[in-house]
């Protein structure tokens, strides 16, 4: 069965997936953040408003808002995400807040990507700006170590490093994080700066 993000797993031809941003509803209403930060007993944090949910270290953020959504980052795959709702709805339903758990399931999309790759051993981030095109890209080494691209066909943002490797943020799936990769590697090896 095909994902949201449109892989099973992390890997997806080459790319890799660093982070899922997910969010939903709780299905309970306006919940009351003080309190449900003093009643819970895992990793928190209480801000005015929120609170800041993990499992363990490792595991993924869930943020819980006064509004009754939640909001998880952290999330290596589709997956991933879908755990983490499974264990908020349980830790939240354990002291009675109310949650369902079909709404939290039925509501949560993903909102955004963060995905990895490696185009060559190493960049001319110079001549990387020329090529891409100075309207979409800029690149200012003394502020940032890395060419910011903004494809025109995709709503997302690249980073290009010196080292060759590559961040995509902003899409909403690997096919997209593909498509943009595949047309940098088209561009820059037209412009020869990859072989």
């Known amino acids: 069965m095909e994902t949201p993000v449109g892989t099973e797993g992390t890997e997806f031809r080459g790319l890799k997936i660093v982070n899922v941003v997910a969010?939903?509803?709780?299905?309970?209403?306006?919940?009351d953040t003080d309190v449900l930060g003093a009643e819970l007993s895992v990793e928190k944090t209480v801000m005015p408003g929120r609170v800041y949910l993990k499992s363990d270290d490792h595991s993924p953020v869930s943020m819980v808002f006064r509004s009754g959504?939640?909001?998880?980052?952290?999330?290596?795959?589709?997956?991933s995400v879908l755990e983490v709702v499974d264990w908020l709805f349980e830790t939240l339903d354990s002291i009675g807040a109310g949650v369902n758990r079909e709404e939290m399931l039925d509501s949560v999309?993903?909102?955004?990507m963060v995905v990895t790759g490696a185009l060559s051993d190493g960049l001319d981030l110079a001549a990387v700006v020329v090529a891409l095109g100075m309207e979409s890209s800029e690149y200012e080494p003394e502020q940032f170590p890395a060419v910011i691209h903004r494809p025109e066909n995709i709503d997302?943002?690249?980073?290009?490093?010196?080292?060759?490797k590559v961040t995509i943020t902003g899409v909403r799936n690997v096919q997209d994080a593909y498509e943009v990769y595949e047309n940098l590697e088209q561009t820059l090896r037209e412009g020869k700066l990859i072989s």
């Open 109 to 112: 999309s993903v909102k955004y």
């Open 69 to 79: 959504s939640y909001t998880i980052a952290g999330a290596s795959s589709w997956e």
């Open 23 to 31: 969010s939903g509803v709780l299905g309970a209403g306006e919940i």
């Open 156 to 164: 997302c943002t690249v980073l290009l490093f010196s080292t060759g």
